[in-house]
């Protein structure tokens, strides 16, 4: 804010309003949001922007696109590192169930929010 930054405090409001209604939503049922919640909202609200880019670029308004880039820039930054591909077949060597349902279970469990779930199908199956 003291940057005057208006497009990087226009994303945060975004991300701050979209982590509060998970929070309320969390609370009516019980739970507390947890950190493989807010990489979820930050992975989806990345993907949004995304396609937002897109439609821009089609239209050629370059100067859209270049602002809604910035955005996507500031909230990569605040993802957690994502888990490589060695990384993933390291771990499902280690496991003793090889089964797509459990291998998905596991990573799931215990990598949520740190892992592209489609890399570890793709992973599995060059493996498997």
Do not use: W
């Not at 994303?11 to 949001?33: A, C, D, F, P, Q």
């Not at 500031?74 to 888990?83: R, T, V």
């Amino acid at each position: 804010m003291k940057d005057k930054d208006t497009v990087a405090r226009s994303i945060y409001s975004v991300l701050l309003n979209k982590i509060m209604l998970e929070n309320i939503k969390k609370r009516e049922k019980g739970g507390e949001i947890e950190d493989a919640d807010i990489s979820n909202i930050l992975q989806k609200t990345i993907k949004e922007l995304s396609e937002e880019k897109e439609n821009y670029l089609k239209v050629g308004n370059s100067q859209e696109a270049n602002l809604i880039e910035k955005q996507i820039e500031i909230a990569k930054s605040y993802l957690p590192k994502m888990m490589t591909k060695e990384e993933i077949a390291k771990e499902i060597s280690s496991l003793a169930d090889k089964s797509i349902p459990s291998v998905m279970k596991h990573f799931k469990q215990n990598f949520n929010g740190k892992c592209d779930m489609r890399q570890v199908q793709e992973v599995l199956k060059e493996l498997g």
